[in-house]
């Protein structure tokens, strides 16, 4: 069946524009997470959804970042006024549900994100 | 959360056994050790999961101390296609509902496969 896929896979913006990045999760997956990776860092942990609410934001970078879930399914994430430090490949996974550490993350490509 | 320490990188030849090991020591009695992969240009991949017992799937097996204080991941005949970062990730059921469901990714192993 098909995978988490991540739309677009590369977005390259100016500094100070707006950019928004969605992620279609594997159907049936009721729990959405979104990380980052940077050049030369490690995956970090941006937050999760189970169903369409987001219990904890605070792993969230700065109050510029925003995500949303409509329907239980497609989730974007927003970046207001981008800065050059946000430049990253931003990764969605799904999970059948959340809060069950059995449960194994299904990822996606990535949308490598560069702001000039 | 309780870390995990994994080598920086591994070599290993094609078609032999890897095993890539994992320390652990502050684990707790309810964490879940889990094994990812990330191979070139892509997002992670689940490798295998396990609590207290070894556990085998099709892509590897899991050998878990008897004292939960280190697991080892197997490849038991490495490819070229298993060249990848593998990290070892703790995950705590009592965190249910919360940010800590997020997985915590540290450095992981680089596993170098020689032809």
């Known amino acids: 069946g098909a995978g988490v896929s991540q739309s677009p896979s590369n977005k390259v913006t100016e500094k100070g524009k707006d950019v928004e990045l969605r992620c279609d999760p594997i159907?049936?997956?009721?729990?959405l997470y979104w990380y980052r990776q940077s050049l030369g860092q490690g995956l970090e942990f941006l937050i999760y959804?189970?169903?369409?609410?987001?219990?904890?934001k605070s792993g969230l970078p700065s109050d510029r970042f925003s995500a949303e879930r409509t329907g239980g399914s497609v989730s974007t994430l927003t970046i207001q006024r981008t800065q050059q430090e946000d430049s990253a490949v931003y990764l969605c996974?799904?999970?059948?549900?959340?809060?069950?550490?059995?449960?194994?993350?299904?990822f996606g490509p990535g949308t490598r994100l560069t702001v000039l | 959360d309780a870390k995990t320490t994994q080598p920086n990188s591994m070599e290993s030849n094609e078609e032999e056994p890897v095993h890539l090991p994992c320390n652990h020591s502050?684990?707790?009695?309810?964490?879940?050790i889990h094994w990812y992969r990330q191979l070139p240009s892509q997002g992670p991949e689940y490798v295998i999961h396990?609590?207290?017992s070894n556990v085998n799937n099709r892509m590897a097996s899991l050998a878990i101390a008897e004292d939960r204080k280190s697991s080892t991941l197997i490849l038991h005949r490495a490819t070229l296609r298993d060249a990848a970062v593998y990290y070892c990730?703790?995950?705590?059921?009592?965190?249910?509902?919360?940010?800590?469901?997020?997985?915590?990714f540290g450095k992981g192993t680089h596993l170098i496969i020689q032809p």
């Open positions: 996974a799904s999970s059948l549900t959340a809060g069950t550490p059995r449960n194994e993350q299904f």
């Open positions: 159907s049936g997956h009721t729990a």
């Open positions: 959804f189970q169903g369409n609410s987001a219990p904890d």
């Open positions: 502050t684990i707790s009695g309810t964490d879940y």
């Open positions: 396990g609590l207290t």
């Open positions: 990730i703790l995950r705590d059921p009592r965190y249910r509902g919360g940010g800590a469901d997020g997985l915590t």
